[in-house]
């Protein structure tokens, strides 16, 4: 695989990472370099050739590559949003190894990596570049890389579930508190408004025995009022018949 990686190096298709070159491989680098046009049509030929002879189908049962190169490369997402509390996705890293993946040969993040450094390739040239790699390169294979990217995508998908199954519960133990939130509401309007008609009762009840006293209080002012019409009058007529008396002994 060195001598693919580091021709597509040189023409700035892809980066070259620890391990990517053996020692091997550069030790036996000569010299003498083709310029990069040149380089750029060995390489042409050289895929051309791959693309007329298909390689072997691999010897494991998985998908094949095809499949997973003919979306355009991406890279995997980091998490852009923070949860509330427990509800945030953690590091990649973190869930990886609670599903204890083990380490691959060729991770799908190289290969994600590798597939974007290819992607001014034709989709066609792209694939079989990965395959003739494959076949150049003893230490790894695509479908190192896909079993990879199989296990990663079942853990994240995993942790989805996990941050889901965290809502659900969540919302339930809201939903519960909303739930006992409304009935408190409702006893407590219940027994307010039974508070209130006794109050606006005893209300009616005091109002009806000062209205009671205050009759009371203003025919007894009234019977005053009368007793002293009376008592004046008669007052008054004793006073006139005592006056017509002396008026009739001063005349003699």
Same mark, same amino acid.
């Not at 007894?220 to 002994?249: F, G, K, M, P, W």
């Given at each position: 695989?060195?001598?693919?990686?580091?021709?597509? +190096?040189?023409?700035? @298709?892809?980066?070259?990472?620890?391990?990517?070159? =053996?020692?091997?491989?550069?030790?036996?680098?000569?010299?003498?370099?083709?310029?990069?046009? &040149?380089?750029?049509?060995?390489?042409?030929?050289?895929?051309?050739?791959? $693309?007329?002879?298909?390689? +072997?189908?691999?010897?494991?049962?998985?998908?094949? %590559?095809? =499949?997973? !190169?003919?979306?355009?490369?991406?890279?995997?997402?980091?998490?852009?949003?923070?949860? $509330?509390?427990?509800?945030?996705?953690?590091?990649?890293?973190?869930? #990886?190894?609670? !599903?204890?993946?083990?380490?691959?040969?060729?991770?799908?993040?190289?290969?994600?990596?590798?597939?974007?450094?290819?992607?001014? /390739?034709?989709? *066609? /040239?792209?694939?079989?570049? %990965?395959?003739? /790699?494959?076949?150049?390169?003893?230490?790894?294979?695509?479908?190192?890389?896909?079993? *990879?990217?199989?296990?990663?995508?079942?853990?994240?998908?995993?942790?989805?579930?996990?941050?889901?199954? @965290?809502?659900?519960?969540?919302?339930?133990?809201?939903?519960?508190?909303? %739930?006992?939130?409304?009935q408190y509401i &409702?006893?407590?309007?219940?027994?307010?408004?039974?508070?209130? *008609?006794?109050?606006?009762?005893?209300?009616?009840?005091?109002?009806?025995?000062?209205?009671?006293?205050?009759?009371?209080?203003?025919?007894?002012?009234? +019977?005053?009022?009368?007793? #002293?019409?009376? +008592?004046?009058? *008669?007052?008054?007529?004793?006073?006139?018949?005592?006056?017509?008396?002396?008026? =009739?002994?001063q005349e003699d």
């Open positions: 695989m060195s001598k693919w990686l580091t021709t597509l +190096a040189k023409i700035g @298709l892809v980066e070259l990472e620890d391990g990517d070159v =053996s020692k091997d491989a550069n030790s036996k680098q000569t010299t003498t370099e083709l310029p990069p046009d &040149e380089e750029l049509e060995a390489l042409q030929e050289q895929l051309n050739d791959l $693309v007329e002879k298909p390689k +072997a189908p691999p010897s494991v049962e998985e998908p094949k %590559i095809v =499949s997973s !190169a003919d979306a355009a490369p991406v890279s995997i997402p980091k998490p852009s949003h923070t949860g $509330v509390g427990d509800l945030v996705a953690r590091e990649a890293g973190v869930i #990886y190894t609670d !599903a204890a993946i083990p380490e691959s040969p060729y991770p799908i993040e190289r290969m994600i990596k590798l597939l974007d450094g290819l992607k001014a /390739m034709p989709k *066609d /040239m792209r694939i079989r570049a %990965i395959e003739a /790699m494959d076949q150049a390169d003893d230490s790894w294979t695509i479908e190192d890389s896909i079993l *990879d990217g199989q296990r990663k995508k079942s853990a994240l998908k995993a942790e989805e579930s996990r941050i889901h199954n @965290l809502l659900r519960q969540r919302e339930e133990e809201r939903n519960q508190e909303s %739930i006992a939130q409304d &409702e006893q407590v309007t219940t027994e307010i408004r039974t508070q209130i *008609d006794e109050l606006e009762a005893m209300l009616a009840e005091e109002l009806r025995e000062a209205a009671s006293k205050k009759a009371t209080i203003e025919a007894q002012i009234e +019977a005053d009022r009368v007793a #002293y019409e009376n +008592a004046r009058r *008669d007052l008054t007529q004793q006073v006139t018949v005592i006056s017509d008396v002396l008026n =009739s002994l």
